[in-house]
């Protein structure tokens, strides 16, 4: 009795697939195999009009597999699937990976390459060569990141600012913007770095390793620090001077107005030796100064104080906070 084959098959570039950018709707002629066992069904046109290096030296060296049968699929447990596979069964032999189910003499032959990427970074790969949009599969930053690093090895052009898969990467700044930061920056994309650099101003740049600095090139590592270090001293500038003095009174007199200064100093301080002074917040400046005011019984010290505040609060909001 022959025995079962399970075949892993890309769910949008299967054998009889309709894609984007292929002359006269032509089916696949070739099949391209991840390291991890899962069957994509492309065109050479496609690959060879877009690559400019015969999609790595690959299709130059094909070799003819058999195809199995995949006119009425069987699925197995979805849940088990790796994104954007299924499974496919036919009846063959054992030493081969797949074997077409009809009789013998009838199986077409296709040309097959191994890649060493895995399914789910070539899967972005191939939607970005047939011009698709990626966005659904909510690809990770790793992903991302192995298909941006791929593409030049196959010959294949880096995508424009407009490519939807810039869009997916800005999604994950929040969560790690160096590392968004420094893909944008290798590859160029600077409306990628200006969206990036803001969410990196939470993130201390000793963080800045030694592979991301490589990343992210001279000029963009430069013009990130520049940020964190330009701010740190425009905080400096905007809160150094202390509120303005008043004549003296009966209730207030030059020492009640140095203690005043005295305090707003050592609030000055505590805000720049915090952990990030670069992304100081409104609401931090506020808590740090505003006890000030409320230390003195001198309503002109008062009103002085939090005029002082008001006009820092509105200068920090004009420094730019990306690159």
């Given at each position: ?36 066992t ?10 060879r ?47 081969m ?29 191939l ?14 930053i ?6 941006l ?17 810039w869009?997916v990467?800005l ?9 968004v ?9 600077d ?12 993130t ?9 600095a ?5 000029i963009?590592?430069r ?28 209730a ?5 107005q140095?203690?005043?200064?005295k ?51 509105h ?9």
């Open positions: 009795m022959a025995s079962s084959t399970e075949i892993r098959v890309s769910t949008t570039f299967f054998p009889s697939a309709l894609l984007p950018n292929v002359a006269d709707g032509s089916r696949s002629d070739l099949i391209i195999h991840t390291s991890d899962v069957f994509f069904y492309v065109h050479q046109s496609v690959l009009a877009r690559s400019n290096n015969n999609f790595g030296m690959l299709l130059s060296i094909s070799t003819p597999q058999y195809t199995p049968n995949t006119t009425s699929p069987t699925h197995r447990n979805d849940h088990d699937q790796e994104p954007g596979t299924r499974d496919y069964f036919g009846g063959g032999q054992d030493n990976p797949f074997v077409e189910s009809s009789p013998p003499g009838q199986a077409n032959t296709m040309s097959t390459i191994f890649v060493s990427e895995e399914s789910v970074v070539l899967n972005i790969v939607h970005l060569t047939y011009g698709m949009r990626c966005g659904r599969y909510g690809p990770s790793e992903v991302i990141s192995g298909a690093e791929a593409l030049p090895r196959y010959g294949l052009p880096t995508p424009g600012l407009t490519n939807e898969i869009t990467l999604r994950q700044a929040e969560m790690d913007p160096l590392r930061y420094s893909l944008g920056a290798a590859h160029a994309i409306s990628v770095c200006v969206q990036a650099s803001e969410h990196t101003l939470k201390p740049l000793s963080n800045v390793s030694e592979v991301d490589m990343t992210m090139g001279p963009y590592l013009r990130l620090f520049f940020l964190h270090f330009g701010r740190v001293e425009a905080l400096k500038r905007i809160l150094g001077p202390p509120p303005d003095t008043h004549p003296d009174t009966a207030c007199s030059e020492v009640t140095r203690a005043v200064k305090a707003w100093k050592a609030a000055l301080a505590e805000l720049l030796l915090a952990d990030k002074p670069q992304a100081t917040s409104v609401a931090s400046i506020v808590s740090a100064f505003g006890p000030i005011a409320n230390s003195t019984q001198c309503l002109a010290c008062k009103e002085k104080i939090q005029e002082r505040i008001a006009s820092v609060v200068e920090w909001g004009n420094v730019k906070r990306s690159i």
